[in-house]
């Protein structure tokens, strides 16, 4: 069996074998949400990819500290340090305040992330209860002489970071013929970005603090670079988000902490998970094709079948979402809890006939958490009838710590019907016949069905239809 633990790190580009600063001890910072609308299954892959490096650390023995923020404040409609804070045009739109928009989409965040079985992060820090913090970082960031002061607000200076490109290996002078430094008048270079923006004493705005250089509100990219290296320490081991950070919010956390902090490298391995996709977009708020768990709910998709149906992709490859993938996802993921739960509870654990399938699963998480190939694995123990049944529920129970699916406690759920308008009506028409007890006409009808794999079942309510498994 591999020795340890590999995961693909984004600053090397390649797969290392991980070892923590501290021996016995992980420490894992992940970029969380922008709580100004509700959170749908796109921004959801994320949070289950963070969870199974989380329980692939703890499947390593390792003691996990895992830090996530909730960004509450300065993140603007525009990357590039221009357009408008998102938090602030929610509340303007909806005549709200913007702490409470923040604790209903936190809410909604931190519910949603259960229901998927992630674990809860050992800290959970938001921006807005943090400003101190960041405004020290911009102070010590001030006296290295890194910063720069216009009309806009305080700007970090990247030529004086001559690292500035590496993590993304950037092309700064194709950036400098790009139209974004005039996004922000006075700007040196294109990737200069804001670490304090002041506040336009015209527009009133909600979220407003006093700092040394101004009224104002910090920029998006230092609440990550702040409440890490208070909850984290000045180096740390993981930092994890989507792979659309890598060029602008992860390169400028950098930056910003290495300078401050006069570290290096400052995060070990930075790992990024890849996009769901629908119809090859991006499933986003701006394309407009979002969904949220609970829409997924209501189609007959449970979160832990949308949990399943992620595993069924690596993190780093785009994710095509389609209704018949999640479909067919939730059918393979009742179908492998039913086969987990039959399987008999008397009986001895046989070790040595374990172990190989043991080993099998293991390898798949420690190759940068290759998840289809745990959940084969782990598909391959419920079936193994060379193994017996309670040496097959004794592995799945560890194969379970990993996967987080529930396979031997869920209680599942009642399949929803189904509606199809020709097929209901075929249904009810074998009914009335059942009813004026045409016998022949009914069953006729219900053999056309079958050819279609269509299979009736009678019960007290009345005939409910559904698909056979494929
Ligand atoms: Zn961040």
Redo the contacts with the bound molecule.
Sequence with gaps: MTDGLFLFNSRTRRKERFVPIEAGQARV????PTVYSPQHIGNMRPNVFADLLKRALLMEGLRVTHVT?V?DVGHLTDDSDAGDDKMEVAAQKTGRRAEEIAAEYTGQWLRDRRRLNCLDPEVLCKATEHIEEQIEMIRVLEEKGVTYRIDDGIYFDVSKFPRYTELARLDLDQQQGGQRIADVVGKKQPADFALWKFADPELKRQQEWDSPWGRGFPG??I???AM?TKYLGTRFDI?T?GVE?LTV??TN?IAQSETALGVHPWVSIWMHEDWLVFGGEKIAKSTGNVLLLEELEAMGISPLGFRYFLLQAHYRKQQNVAEQGLRAAETGYRRLVAQAQALATEGNVDESAAQPRRAEFREAVRDDLNAPRALAAATGIVRDESLSPATRRALLTECDAWLGLDLLTAELPQATQETDPRIDGLVAARQAAREAKQWAEADRIRDELAAEQIVIEDTPEGPIWRRNDP
Excluded at 29 to 32: A, D, E
Aim: with cysteine; net charge negative.
């Design positions: 910072y992940t970029c969380g923020n960004t998006w990219h609440e990550c670079s890490s930092h988000g950070h919010h992860h956390e």
